[in-house]
């Protein structure tokens, strides 16, 4: 119990013992609508839908410990390499006299800068000391100072002692840091201690990436940005159905055309790349080997059985990556909208969680008809680049492609628009020799229980994860 005073009123007790609200008023606070998880050590595949993938009921063999142990293994070394000390959270210490910079101090390896906005405030001592602490730098200052009142020069941890504050903020105003460790991206934490007070700040130590334009042309054409990539597999009627369809509203753009079929065809025509792999080697090997060919700033994928019409109107697509932060967009195929979200949550040493649910996160500014999503289907235009880095893992041979989107999670920012479309083939080729070609795809694409494992069991090791939903509401 805490008492109040006020003059004018007695003495109240207050009672500050609160209880948490039950977990079905906190529903709001979760993306998806479900259970907020603060305060939850790790994500939780309770609850979900009967669209779940528990990936320890298809990892039940025998050898089921000892994949885990080396995928326990690998999960150390990937944190090793990408976890950066600025995840730890800092709280500022109340009424402190320290000034010190929260955020932006940033220097590349083996650099040297000027600390900004070091100070101290507060009643002069006859031996006032501040304190810097690093581990991966040294501090030194470029003023001369009277001596005794600078130690460590050189060294990771710089004490300066004075009994005037002055003489101690003037030297702080020139304190600089030198990085003493090569790395492309890390960070220091600095301590900075003033009597019984402590701060503690970042500084973000990293190599800019290399910056890489691509060159549109004098005319900044549609032809000079986009590059249409498909892959094809025993169906040359369909493709070359697509290829009319383009030419007739882009002749000149290039196209290029990944093949594992086994007996291939020629295709022939201008401002076409057609790439011969090895028979059956697979879609997303196909879809690697077609976007590694790319000179471009933006690619299109198609498949190989869609049709161009008076709606697709490429122009578009690339208005809205060229002035958005969209990385890739997608657009309906036949009127059919197919949008999805991704949410992924952090686990425990069993792995993380993915749930995806039918929709949008929210419209997209300045673009009506127009939504930020997570997956979109295999219609989109996206940063050439950007798809080069995420890639398409060429063991998923014969169907995936929620896999391309959920190794994207983090680093593609999707979109999806409604104001461009593009045809599908209708489904029966017409004679007897064509439906066998389609039948003879349809053998490939479909999987048996084996080949379904081996699909989950890739996703389990290589994305860390325990459970997968579908359609979570």
Known sequence: MILFTDEKKPTTPVDLHLK?????????????????????????????NSGMFT?????????????????????????KRNELPAKKVIIAQPHSPLSYPTHGVEVKPLYSILIPGLAVHGMEGENNTVKLTATQGVFNTIVETPDGVVHGS?????????PSLAIINNILKHVTYTNKKYQIASTDLVSFQFEEYTAEFTILIRVPPMIRLFDPGPDNSIDSLVTIVTKTFFRYHKLRILISSIRKFYPKIMIIIADDSK???????????QYIMPFAKGWFAGRNLAVSQVTTKYLLWVDEDFVFTKKTKLEKLVEVLEKTNLDLVG??????VFTFKLWYEEGDDEGDCVFSQYGSFHPLDGFPGCVVTSIVVNFFLAKTEKVQSVGFDPRFARVAHTEFFIDGIGSLLVGYCTNVKVGHQKKGAGNKALNE??????????????EFRSRLDMTYFKNRLKCYTRNRV
């Open 154 to 162: 050189g060294e990771k941890e710089l004490t300066i002692r004075s």
């Open 437 to 450: 070609v389609e039948n003879k795809y349809a053998a490939f694409r479909r999987l048996d229980r084996n």
């Open 263 to 273: 007996v291939t065809e020629k295709i022939e025509g201008p401002y076409i790349q």
């Open 55 to 79: 990936y320890d009921k298809f990892n039940a063999g025998n050898d089921n410990l000892a994949i885990k142990n080396r995928r326990g293994l690998q999960y150390e070394q990937y944190k």
């Open 20 to 48: 948490l609200k039950p977990l079905n008023k906190l529903k709001f606070l979760s993306p998806y609508g479900s259970d907020w998880t603060f305060g939850r050590n790790a994500c939780s595949c309770r609850s979900l």
């Open 331 to 336: 657009a309906p195929v036949n009127q059919q």
